[in-house]
């Protein structure tokens, strides 16, 4: 098991920043990739961005050049720097961990951070 908490919502005026952070613990050493997923109102939930053990880095087209993931293995937390954000980012971030197991891929989620992007 993996137990994920997000921080840094809130809400923000167009064109300016925010940085989300994720702190696993738990079963921590297996995990291969963390991302961060969000859900619009009316949408279905989509990957912003994810990042493997290795480092490699994953973006949606929507992000790309706007957002930065990263991640600090000391502190086991991922990061997703936003900046020029748009109304169209306002959504429900969810942090995400994949372990592979022997009986397939095992998810993790966070409980979720507001991300309001308004004037």
């Known amino acids: 098991q993996v137990q994920l908490v997000e921080s840094g919502g809130g809400l923000v005026q167009p064109g300016g920043s925010l940085r989300l952070s994720c702190a696993a613990s738990?079963?921590?050493?297996?995990?291969?990739?963390m991302g961060w997923y969000r859900r619009a109102p009316g949408k279905q939930r989509e990957l912003v961005a994810a990042i493997t053990s290795g480092g490699t880095t994953n973006y949606s087209d929507s992000v790309k050049g706007r957002f930065t993931i990263s991640r600090d293995n000391a502190k086991n937390t991922v990061y997703l720097q936003m900046n020029s954000l748009k109304p169209e980012d306002t959504a429900v971030y969810y942090c995400n961990a994949r372990r592979p197991t022997p009986w397939g891929l095992d998810d993790s989620w966070g409980q979720g951070t507001q991300v309001t992007v308004s004037s």
């Open positions: 738990g079963s921590i050493f297996s995990i291969s990739v």
